[in-house]
């Protein structure tokens, strides 16, 4: 099976920081990953499917880029409604689509 | 609007089975693979099982392969996982989500959750 390896798994950060979030495949999974952002009690949200479309709906200060085996997730400028926690998720085969661990962005 | 709606859960002895359904309104059905994803209380999200848009083709994790059956009635627009011999480390929010296509792709809705708990 694919590992996703999410870093960091915490992340303090302040409204209008540039923040990057990096994923890393245990094998080539070409452009097949996605971003969820999940805030407490709630389901995910998608917000970057094929590793760089951004969701209909999702705001442009999120973006997505990588291929292979290493990703990243960067939001420009954060704001008071970033602060959740985001998966990256691999559906590159018929294997198991595994996700991240996750990493909780919260308000330094 | 699209929407997925979870039922079937609820407490279960270790040893149980359940079986979730996940009702879909406002997509075509038929033209979409269907997700069940799971989360333990305060862990990460877990990949349980997809099923293609025809149910000609499902897939599962290691951890609940020939516990866990996914299936779909695509004249009800609805999708099923039966879990049997349940453990306590299922005990878990499960979520059904719609792909973005009929085969592999990312999920870009999901549903509510239903919460399964084994217990004795």
């Known amino acids: 099976d694919i590992q996703m390896t999410q870093s960091p798994s915490t992340l303090s950060a302040s409204v209008g920081d540039r923040v990057t979030i990096t994923c890393r495949a245990s094998?080539?999974?070409?452009?097949?990953l996605a971003w969820y952002q999940q805030k407490p009690g709630k389901a995910p949200d998608l917000l970057i499917y094929?590793?760089?479309n951004l969701e209909s709906g999702v705001p442009s200060r999120f973006s997505g880029s990588g291929s292979g085996t290493e990703f990243t997730l960067t939001i420009s400028s954060l704001q008071p409604d970033d602060f959740a926690t985001y998966y990256c998720?691999?559906?590159?085969?018929?294997?198991?689509?595994?996700f991240g661990q996750g990493t909780k962005l919260e308000i330094k | 609007e699209v929407q997925l709606l979870e039922s079937g859960g609820g407490l279960v002895q270790p040893g149980g089975s359940l079986r979730l359904s996940c009702a879909a309104s406002?997509?075509?059905?038929?033209?979409?693979?269907m997700t069940w994803v799971r989360q333990a209380p305060g862990k990460g999200l877990e990949w349980v099982s997809g099923?293609?848009?025809?149910?000609?083709?499902?897939y599962y994790a290691d951890s609940v392969r020939g516990r866990f059956t996914i299936s779909r009635d695509n004249s009800k627009n609805t999708v099923y996982l039966q879990i049997n011999s349940l453990r306590a480390e299922d005990t878990a929010i499960y979520y059904c989500?719609?792909?973005?296509?009929?085969?592999?792709?990312?999920?870009?809705?999901w549903g509510q959750g239903t919460l399964v708990t084994v217990s004795s």
């Open positions: 989500a719609k792909g973005r296509y009929g085969g592999n792709s990312a999920q870009d809705y």
């Open positions: 406002g997509i075509t059905f038929t033209n979409y693979a």
């Open positions: 099923i293609s848009n025809s149910g000609g083709h499902t």
């Open positions: 094998q080539s999974i070409s452009s097949w």
């Open positions: 094929d590793a760089s």
């Open positions: 998720q691999q559906y590159n085969s018929h294997s198991p689509h595994t």
